[in-house]
């Protein structure tokens, strides 16, 4: 525990950063709020990538994430995609099938057109993909220097197809990821620093890839690992599940850019925002098959770890053998980015 | 049309006044996006203050709204029982029972935990009184003046029980408001100038009062004035439906306070927001019903015109019987309060 004191403590960076102190704050809210959920629903109870309340026997996932990525324009996408991207893919992690989006924004005075038309072009060109459809907006105006350009809020809603979560994790099973790690973040970071590099960010949907996965019936977890990178999602779902996991460091997937980048930075790949990848807890005898399929959509799809009895903790095991913790990152490392 | 150049133009604090160039913009938006509705349902084709989507045979309304009202605490609410009201009024207004929202919160460094703590409280109180449960939430944390302390969004989803639409207003039908008007605008624009006065913001849930008239199926169109206040909220209606309205000046409820604070800032009570009262326009028949109805709720509740045949205006007259237009807004006409 970090003993958080609602009563003094103030807002810190490192309480949006997606690490523990995020995790903390966001347990403090939960606490207040008594209607958690909906009947035979799951809510911010469990909190998960998206609530779940069922409606006449259909199982509605229901999410919302705000978005304030700095630079709003970056390699391989913009604020508007990820807004888009983001949360269609909490709800497909959910095991739903999107189906509409809202979309809220608040922009600066001065903002100019050209680029809040460019923004929805990008999401337009996302939600097409996506086949989901925008069906409620708003749109606010604040005075020059009471925000910064643009921030935008995309709820969702879709239907539960799949019946996976956090907590479903068995000592057995296997962990995978989609594609390779820490791309968002690290191609951010590089584009703050001005560095020569051809890094992108993977932000991208991965509805239909995560529904194509989910068919096979051998997945028990899925989860994006965005703030707070692949630790933390890791750790949450070990935390959740009452399992330990071990990681096989030399199988994670992470490009040499992103790991250059890292190093120079100082700042761990493992911990940095991927936006189009999911991490797969699947059961064993499952994965090859699951591995194959996913490898089909990302050559860079990795079983990387496995679930073992424990309490809650990741291990990290070197090629030589060493084992250490990859513990969540407590707050935030780096300049702000999403 | 007020030319609205995409290329060349700036965001102004206008575009967000609830006036003629924020419904410029929300078209401008709404045309470069595709999709607009799913099947069988409503979006933002049609631009009402909830999307429907139609899910095995069940219409779920659904709606988003940020908030970045300024003061966060004022007479009679705040920026978190604002949040909660808001959305749960857009969804009531579109014949909907509220059922469940999502909160993401996007807050400043270093703002005090303990104003987000009553803040919550608050969200807390109004979920409660409401019925609805939080069921999925997201934090966002910006450096020190990249935000003004706080906003929040609201996401909202709920069951249609009632055909309602802007578009439905026939002539003969009775215009109504559910209390009196501009309480929540002249409030917080008398606490920016530090007038003393008692007056309040009318900040609250109308959902149970808005499904209980609802229940007499004399109601055609439901609707809150809030940006733009009744005048943008009736010229809506006026031109969704393509008739005209006479609203009997002396028949508006306006509180006496509203009206000096209004006179003295040189605003019109019509044009100022209103946070829990809704317009209805109501079948001749039963509008009297409703009207005795809608007094148990609120003693302020009056009919204070009639739609007639036309071509999307409103009209105003006075006691001695002269008529003017009642025109929404162009764009902001004081300090921004919301």
């Known amino acids: 525990m970090l003993h958080l004191d609602m009563d003094k403590a103030k807002i810190s960076v490192s309480h949006g950063a997606g690490g523990r102190m995020m995790q903390e704050l966001i ?96 999401i337009n060109k996302e939600v097409k993909k996506a086949n989901v459809a925008i069906i409620s907006g708003d749109t606010k105006v604040m005075e020059k220097g009471k925000i910064d350009k643009i921030i935008i809020n995309t709820a969702g809603i879709g239907i539960v197809r799949y019946d996976v979560s956090d907590y479903y994790a068995r000592p057995g099973d296997k962990v995978m990821v989609s594609g390779s790690i820490g791309d968002h973040g690290m191609a951010l970071l590089a584009r703050r620093f001005k560095f020569e590099t051809k890094l992108k960010s993977d932000c991208s949907s991965i509805a239909s890839m995560a529904l194509s996965l989910l068919k096979t019936g051998g997945i028990r977890v899925m989860k994006d690992p965005t703030r707070g990178g692949l630790a933390a999602c890791l750790n949450e779902i070990a935390e959740k599940s009452k399992v330990d996991m071990v990681v096989y460091e030399d199988k994670v997937p992470i490009k040499e850019e992103v790991r250059s980048v890292g190093e120079v930075l100082g700042i761990d790949p493992m911990h940095t925002a991927c936006e189009g990848r999911c991490v797969i807890i699947a059961k064993e005898e499952k994965a090859e098959e699951i591995l ?23 291990f990290i095991e070197t090629k030589i053998g060493s084992k250490r913790y990859l513990e969540s990152p407590i707050g935030e490392l780096y300049p702000r980015i999403c």
């Open 292 to 314: 194959n399929m996913a490898k089909r959509f990302d050559r860079n799809a990795s079983i990387i770890g496995d679930v073992v009895k424990g309490s809650g903790k990741v």
């Open 27 to 122: 347990k403090e809210i939960a606490s207040i709020i008594e209607n958690k959920k909906t009947r035979d629903g799951r809510g911010i109870d469990v909190l998960e990538d998206a609530g779940i309340a069922n409606i006449n026997g259909t199982k509605i996932a229901f999410t919302t994430d705000s978005y304030t990525v700095d630079p709003i324009f970056f390699p391989g996408g913009s604020i508007g995609k990820l807004a888009v991207c983001g949360t269609i893919n909490d709800l497909a992690v959910m095991g739903a099938k999107p189906l509409a989006l809202t979309l809220a924004l608040v922009l600066e005075e001065g903002f100019p057109m050209a680029e809040l038309k460019k923004i929805v072009m990008d």
